[in-house]
């Protein structure tokens, strides 16, 4: 544990010091949380009879797990594995295993901060106030996370090259970042445009995430929880079966 202790810390600090995590996944969100709260935070958002601010706040907690499970992971695996860091893993006492599973953590640990940073910025900057239960919302957070993180696991384990990793990546990236509501409010979509972001999980993920935050019943998104939980047994299980480390 101690050995693991020490590679997670370096691979955290490395992350850190990541700009790209850093610029998309922390002041994008906080800088996008301010524009809409100050064009219209408080006008209603659709028919849902909720403002754009609470709209925003699930959303925008989620661009930091977008950013973390399609850019950091799978990027930071695929180079591992080019540069023949992960087979020389092997003949070291910590397993190619444990440099996955620190790399993993600590981009969630940078989706975790980028989900402090939105939450700061709404509640002391805006006076928002979730209308939900905080722990409820913690639960579909971390659901949401562990379903994006299974993708960007399945990514990294199928894409074997620096370059086709980057290709899929994008291909994969921009449109959850565009289309599942993170960025542009999903109200603001004509009806088409809704019903092609329904297919991806993210969108999903940010459904559940403001219904919980919006006091809904768990009745009304039960399918969303079994959709996202069944995304990140299935996609977990097929990057465990295909994984290369070389």
Not at 54 to 80: D, H, K, N, R, W
Not at 152 to 177: E, H
Not at 214 to 238: H, N, P, Q, W, Y
Request: proline share 4%; charged share 15%.
């Amino acid at each position: 544990m101690k050995r693991f202790m020490k590679l997670y810390a370096v691979e955290q600090k490395m992350a850190l010091r990541s700009a790209d995590s850093m610029i998309f996944g922390v002041a994008m969100p906080v800088g996008i949380l301010i524009l809409i709260a100050a064009i219209a935070g408080g006008k209603t958002a659709g028919d849902g009879g909720y403002t754009y601010m609470q709209s925003a706040f699930a959303s925008l907690i989620a661009v930091g797990i977008c950013a973390t499970a399609f850019m950091g992971l799978p990027l930071v695996a695929a180079e591992y594995r080019d540069k023949k860091i992960l087979k020389h893993f092997f003949v070291t006492p910590c397993s190619p295993a444990w440099i996955l599973t620190a790399t993993a953590l600590s981009c969630m640990m940078n989706a975790v901060l980028s989900a402090i940073a939105v939450s700061l910025t709404a509640i002391v900057g805006f006076g928002y106030r979730m209308e939900g239960s905080i722990p409820g919302f913690v639960g579909a957070w971390l659901l949401t996370m562990l379903s994006m993180f299974s993708i960007g696991l399945l990514m990294a384990s199928l894409c074997r090259r620096v370059k086709t990793t980057n290709a899929v990546t994008s291909l994969v990236y921009f449109p959850m970042l565009f289309l599942s509501g993170a960025t542009i409010p999903y109200e603001l979509f004509p009806e088409g445009l809704q019903r092609v972001a329904d297919f991806l999980p993210l969108t999903q993920g940010i459904k559940l995430m403001k219904a919980v935050s919006m006091g809904e019943s768990l009745d009304s998104v039960l399918k969303i929880i079994i959709l996202l939980a069944t995304v990140t047994v299935v996609c977990t299980a097929v990057s465990v079966k295909t994984f290369r480390w070389e």
